[in-house]
Each structure stands twice: as C-alpha cells, then as structure tokens.
C-alpha cells in the first residue's frame, strides 16, 4: 500500500524553467509534509515543509504548495540551474490512534538541461 | 556534512554471511531511522529508535534486526545475506517533536556476492 505517490519517476526541465514535481498522499491523518534532494552516492538532503495549516511556503527558489482536499503537493523550482539535477523525494508525517507514521514517496529524478 | 555518521562506507560479503552497519546521530538527537534503497528504487524504511527503545517498524525483514544503544549510535544487523539484501542503506536521526527534519548520513553500500 502506496500511502504516498510520486507518479512521475522522471522529469527534464530546459535550464532557466520553472520544474514542478508532484506527490499525492492517501491518508487524511498525514499533516507535515517535506521535500528532500538526493545526489548520487549521497544521502537526501532537507529541501523545505509544509505544514498542513498552511498552503504553501516559500524558500527562494523553492516554493512548495499543498491541497488538502486533493491530497496533494508540489515542488516548484524557480528557475531551475543544472545544480538542481538530482532525485526528489516527497514524505508525509503524521500520528494516527498513537502511532506515528513517516513515508517517503518513491522519487522523481529530475534533469535540468544547460 | 548533516552531522549523521555511518560505517562503513562499502561493504561486499557473501551470501549467507552476517553484517552490521553502524550509526552515529547527530549530536542531541534521540531517534535513529533506518531506511533501505534498492537499486534507485525509493527510501524503504526500515526501523525506528528513539532514546533506546523501538518506536517504529516497517518493511523490515525477520533476518534484519537493530538496536540503539545508550549512547545513542545504533547498529542494523543483516544476516543470512541473499543477493537480494545488496542495496543502499542509510541512517537518519531527528530532534524530538519540534523538528520533522530527518538528517540523513552518506549511506552504507552493501554489497552481498
């Protein structure tokens, strides 16, 4: 069971466009979501949150937006740089009946064109 | 650098072999997470720690067990290794409540012959 989803494994964007990477989640309990960078032969890297109280966040280049009632989230990467190149994971965080759940989803690989 | 250590850096063991993977959190941080990452595939958790004690449990397989210490570092213990086993394994930690963040250490690459 697939609780969060990125449908997209991945993703080429011309250098100077807007990227946008999507994630849909199922369950409702879920209320913290985050964004991490994976380079190769690197562990992920922290990228920016979202809490479920809010819609979106910003953080230069990076805004993350979220749809409750979709079930949904998005990464914007605004201009994208070669740099950006990597793999992007969504997670979803929450507490349900006291337990407490931290999911990735499966990645996006994007790859920013010079 | 996120602060998260993990040794070894490489691994190659046969099949049938047993191995543990080593985990240093970052300095305050009480929970421990294991993760697994299969051929580019995404971050199969693992197994949770916090302050000692197993907070939570994923896809984890009865072969594989781990454990936190009470200085904090935690070991994953692989054993009966199978092809299969070959992958990516990271550890992360995270401050407790106030912070989602998961710090991630450089991984382990294991690799089972």
């Known amino acids: 069971d697939q609780q969060v989803k990125q449908n997209s494994p991945s993703l080429s964007v011309q250098e100077g466009r807007i990227s946008i990477l999507n994630c849909d989640y199922t369950?409702?309990?879920?209320?913290?979501f985050l964004w991490y960078k994976k380079y190769p032969a690197e562990g992920p890297t922290f990228l920016i949150s979202?809490?479920?109280?809010?819609d979106k966040n910003e953080d230069g280049r990076f805004t993350v937006f979220l749809n409750k009632s979709a079930k949904h989230l998005s990464l914007h990467i605004v201009p994208s740089q070669p740099g950006d190149s990597a793999v992007y994971f969504c997670?979803?965080?929450?507490?349900?009946?006291?337990?407490?759940?931290?999911?990735f989803g499966t990645g996006t690989r994007l790859k920013v064109l010079a | 650098d996120s602060g998260v250590t993990q040794t070894p850096k490489h691994l190659i063991t046969a099949t049938g072999q047993r191995v543990t993977l080593r985990c240093s959190p970052r300095?305050?941080?009480?929970?421990v997470y294991w993760y697994q990452q299969s051929l580019d595939q995404g971050l199969q958790f693992l197994i949770q720690?916090?302050?000692?004690?197993?907070?939570a449990k994923g896809n984890i397989l009865e072969r594989f067990s781990a454990q936190q210490f009470p200085d904090l570092h935690s070991e994953l213990n692989l054993s009966s290794l199978e092809l299969g086993d070959s992958a990516l394994y990271f550890c992360?930690?995270?401050?407790?409540?106030?912070?989602?963040?998961?710090?991630f250490g450089p991984g382990t690459r294991l690799t089972v012959l």
């Open positions: 300095s305050g941080d009480l929970s």
């Open positions: 369950n409702s309990m879920f209320d913290y």
């Open positions: 992360a930690s995270s401050a407790p409540y106030w912070d989602n963040t998961q710090y």
């Open positions: 997670a979803a965080s929450g507490t349900t009946s006291g337990t407490y759940k931290y999911i």
């Open positions: 979202i809490s479920s109280i809010k």
């Open positions: 720690y916090y302050n000692g004690e197993e907070r």
